[in-house]
DNA sequence: TCAATATTTCAATAATTGTTGTATAGTTAA
DNA sequence: TTAACTATACAACAATTATTGAAATATTGA
């Protein structure tokens, strides 16, 4: 990932409004929403919502289709674990013995989001 | 974590300069780095890398410490493993079957930040 | 085709953030 | 205690981002 990939993505969710739609999105996983179901669900103008959504769609933290009259928004995960393998890379390279430690959690049996290996297959 | 807390984290690592930073103080690891080192490593005003320092205490991804007349800065990987935890808790939320395929590849085995809990004990 | 609906674009304005130089405060060492 | 050094605070200005309403575009269904 390059540095700009990573800056516009870090600018995009650093806003109360699209924070709240990304995680609006997250939760409905593959279904997604249309952008007036997430402008009734967040009581938000759809001018103001329109240009939270075009900032997303740049950045590729969601996608976007359309549905006849409707463009249906989806989050999309696959870009912010490459996010996270971006951090995650630059924190281990040089001197790894000091982030292991840390670095384990989010692999951790307690997170429900990373099971071990023999648990996925 | 709270929302405030991922919002004021996602956006102190939106400037391109305050990256830099990160990720300069991630590569230095427990040594961390006094100001003036990283204003002739980056090549910044002292002045305005003060402004820049300032906001990344403030969203804790870097914490600081007075060492006689100078001031050591380091990366708080702490904080970003939170702020990982915090997003990888949402995305799963509700029907982890949809994200666990794509989430389990941050601790793929050729992650060097990542290793399978037998490789680490 | 035409009216209704969904969404975006545009323009105007408000609000926030970034950069720089100067001044200030604290620390060190002679 | 004084001169040199490190870093931050402040003020001014430049640049960017957010919000809103009105107008435009595109699709649907009668």
Redesign the interface.
Known sequence: ME??T??TI??T????VR??VY?LL??Q??AGLVAGEIAAALDLPATNLSFHLKSMVHANVVTVEQEGRYMRYR?N??Q??EL??Y??????????E???P??????A?E???????EE?Q
């Open positions: 540095k700009n990573a800056t870090f600018e969710l650093s806003s109360g924070l709240d995680r997250v939760r996983g593959k989050a995960l696959a912010m674990l996270i393998a951090l995650t890379e630059e924190c281990c390279e040089g001197n790894p000091q982030c292991l840390l670095l384990s959690s989010p692999c049996p997170s429900s989001c990373c099971p071990k290996p996925t």
